[in-house]
């Protein structure tokens, strides 16, 4: 029976299983695999403490995910389609595994962060 995000663990699992379908995805692959070159070992814990932070205020990232994206732009461009893809693959892998309010309020910041980005992006 699926349950909702209660901890670190359930977040690594989300991580997993989200970036292990990203890895392979023939629309944003590239990105990370071609474009930035991403460390996998580095980039699945960053993306937990992202993810911790925001969902169960745990305040362990320190990073700044709108500059990063920003320079990533800048070398290869992510467009709309891009981030609406992310964004069904983020919310069919979150259905997959959990239910619950914290699982709905995942997909909903993570809809926001991506308009943030987009805005920027392509303002
Ligand atoms: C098509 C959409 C996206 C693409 C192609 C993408 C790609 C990437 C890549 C390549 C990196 C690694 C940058 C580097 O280390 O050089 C990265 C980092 C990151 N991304 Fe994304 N991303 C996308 C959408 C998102 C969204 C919607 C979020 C938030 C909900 C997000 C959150 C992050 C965070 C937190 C980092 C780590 C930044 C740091 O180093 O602290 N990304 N992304």
């Known amino acids: 029976m699926k349950t909702d995000i209660k901890n670190r663990a359930d977040i690594e699992k989300l991580v997993d299983v989200f970036y292990g379908k990203v890895r392979e995805d023939a629309a944003i692959s590239c990105f990370f695999n071609d474009v930035a070159k991403v460390n996998w070992e580095n980039h699945l814990p960053t993306m937990c403490d992202f993810f911790e932070n925001i969902l169960l205020s745990s ?3 320190e ?3 709108m500059d990063a994206h920003e320079k990533l732009h800048k070398k290869s461009e ?22 619950g309010a914290k699982a709905e309020e995942i997909k909903q910041r993570a809809t926001n962060i991506a308009a ?8």
């Open 78 to 99: 992510v467009k709309v389609e891009h981030f609406q893809h992310w964004i069904v693959l983020f919310d069919t892998t979150v259905d997959e595994l959990f239910v």
């Open 63 to 65: 990073g700044n995910p």
């Open 59 to 61: 305040g362990n990232y």
């Open 116 to 123: 943030a980005m987009m805005h920027k992006a392509h303002r």
